[in-house]
């Protein structure tokens, strides 16, 4: 195997070895080089496109994807004070929540881990979130981003009140809305005014990312 | 060859002409007939009694039959074909109750009365004589709800609006109707009196015959005030019925938790028994309930449409084409095709079999991983690595489901006395495949089909309430409802479960 800490993070998070792992990351917490934490911030990026791309080609499943999740999330929160410290910007927030009256949360959380791990600081509303805590949460946090998941049909029409009472109290232009969730599509974002619809929580995230550098 | 052949079913009298040849099975299945073991000859469900014509003895019936019945003409339906004019007795219409433990016992009083299994897919009725206990009449349609959609929630969106629940609630009630009507007119006794009109179903069914504010279904927390028991006047809902009956549906139990599990808990005599019983029927919903005559405990899970073949590339429902059982025999795949016939499409039964061998060939991986792009079961027929992803969500969500009540209850899997499984899915499964692929960790020998549970514990309710004091409604209350939407461990039990048992 390469010496390379940038691979050895890489090989450690897709042969889901946890301990290589943390072993990698805290030799790179120790060198204190805010530019070697960089780089293993973007080599852990760089695996998790690929985890992505095993989970949409039918490799992988739920339980290597939020088990890397985890990982990943645990990786960056080890190394984002070496970041901070260097004045490396946040990528800005992002505030999650499932709408109101469903409560499934798993595909919320794997995205809101994987948002984490690209850089993103995560607030996140929990489950069966009313529209008026979805606008609150938008005024009080400033999030770049707000993100919704629903899979329920019945919930669906929350998802566009939402995006109505944002306007309503001129919070939807200085943030973008993504939604996700296996009752939702493409369409059916475009018809609600939102920015974007995630099929999984790895391309939310590559779309999150994108705007972030915009 | 395939001259038409006539055969007739006692004690309903129905009577059909079909092809020589064609399997009894598949003849008896149209008429609602169950076969708990899927076909397999194992379990003796599908006994019939030859009244008139012939059907040979096959050697292994001599393992389920006594040589006294075999005299008699007990024969096991799904081991033979159709080869000449036959008239036989059907033991499931004889029988009104399926359960081993004890026969039913009733008061026997003169009058007739109807029971329903109101599902979601499919709606059975009975026409009871209350004297005998004996099923004079039986229906069995599919719900014709289901072209707004096969799952409940789309119904129960498109019910939210006026016109829509009124077209649901029409649509299900004429139905019900119109089984109650064929059932009278197949009967010779033109002056029967209908005293009452049971039915049992899951909460969303109970909304819909009973016309009830679906809004408390639409969003969690899915609970509805209106969910107890209910009666309603025959004259509402447009039917003329001979005597005038009470026309009543079963309380459920809360959540999407229906009178249809609270008619499998009196069915399966869970809460008198000193040992913990389980109970669960997995359709796109699982609903579970476990427990013993101290506690029962219950769920209803999203299991998604994997069991019934739904979302499936192949798919189909079971019947003649379908193939409903894999094996591996010399290393290869042998699949059953129902009817025998040129394999169309698999069913929920023959999926999760396929899975089954699929893990011991090493074909499918533990995390449900195939190891070449699709597994070739039979002619076109094949299953894709979305057909295991599907069943894997299915089977992660029961299981968790499962773990979650038997941690409620305190206890193991290994100390559940009996497993049964309901429902058409139920009743076809092979329990050793259910317990490869982890849907259910049981041992096989304490798995055990028991059919139509719902109707068979509505049976149970019309006949013993008087005599036993069983009462469904304190049966209801003593029953809790655990909703797994807010559980701490559920999501990481299922995560768990979506994967395959490594052995
Ligand atoms: C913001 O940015 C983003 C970006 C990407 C985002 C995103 C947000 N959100 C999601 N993504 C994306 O990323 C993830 C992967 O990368 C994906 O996330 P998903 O969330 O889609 O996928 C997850 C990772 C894995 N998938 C899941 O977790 C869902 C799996 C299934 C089996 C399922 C489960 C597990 C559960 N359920 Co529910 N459940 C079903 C599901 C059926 C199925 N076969 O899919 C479904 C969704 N459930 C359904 C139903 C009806 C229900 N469920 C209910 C309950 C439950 C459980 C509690 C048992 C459990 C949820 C546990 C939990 N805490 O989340 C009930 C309601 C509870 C409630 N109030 O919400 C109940 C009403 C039924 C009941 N029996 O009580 C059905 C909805 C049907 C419909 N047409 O609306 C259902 C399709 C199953 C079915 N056909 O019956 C992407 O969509």
Redesign the pocket.
Known sequence: MSDDPREKLKSCLLNLDKNGLLQAVQAVVAEANPEAAQDAVDALAEGLQIVGRR?QEGEWF?GE?VYTGELAKEAMGQLSPLLKSSGAESKGTVV?GTVA????????N??GNYAASAGFEIVDLGV?VAVEDFARAAREHQPVAL???C????CAGSVGKVIEELSRQGLREALKV??????LTEEFAKDVGADAF?????T?TDIIRAWSCE | MHAPVKIELQPLGTAAAVARGTQLQDVLHRFGVEFPCGGRGDCGGCRVRVLAGSLPITEDQRELFSEQELADGWRLACRHAVEDRLVLEVAQWETTVLVDHGELKFAARPGTAIVVDLGTTTIVAQLLDLQTGQVLALESSRNPQAVHGA????RIEYGLSKTGRVELVETVRSEVGAQIQRMLASVSNTDLAIERVLLAGNTAMHHFFCDLDLEPLA????ESEQAGFQEIDPADLGWALPGDPRVQFLPSLG??VGSDILAGILATEMHRSEGIIALADLG??GELAIGNRDRIVCA???????FEAGQIQMGMQATTGAIAGVEVAAGELRCRVLGGGEPRGICGSGLVDAVACGLETGLIKSNGRLSRGSISLAGRVEITQQDVR?LQ??K??VAA?IRILLGRLGAEASTVERFYLAGAFGNYVNPTSARRIGLIDFAAERIEPIGNASLLGTKLALFNEALEGDHFEALRNSVEQIP??VDED??AY?IQETSFPNL
Do not use: C, E, R, Y
């Open positions: 989970f739920l994807l999650i009256g469903d409560l499934h949360d798993l595909g919320k794997i995205f069966g993100g919704m998941s899979l329920l049909t019945v993504i939604i996700g969730g296996a009752a995630a099929p999984d929580a790895v939310g | 799952d409940l929630m789309h969003h969690a927390p899915f959540g999407f796109t919903n209803s899970t999203a299991a998604g449409p994997a599907q969500l299915a992660g969500a489901g797994l939407g559920f999501q299922f």
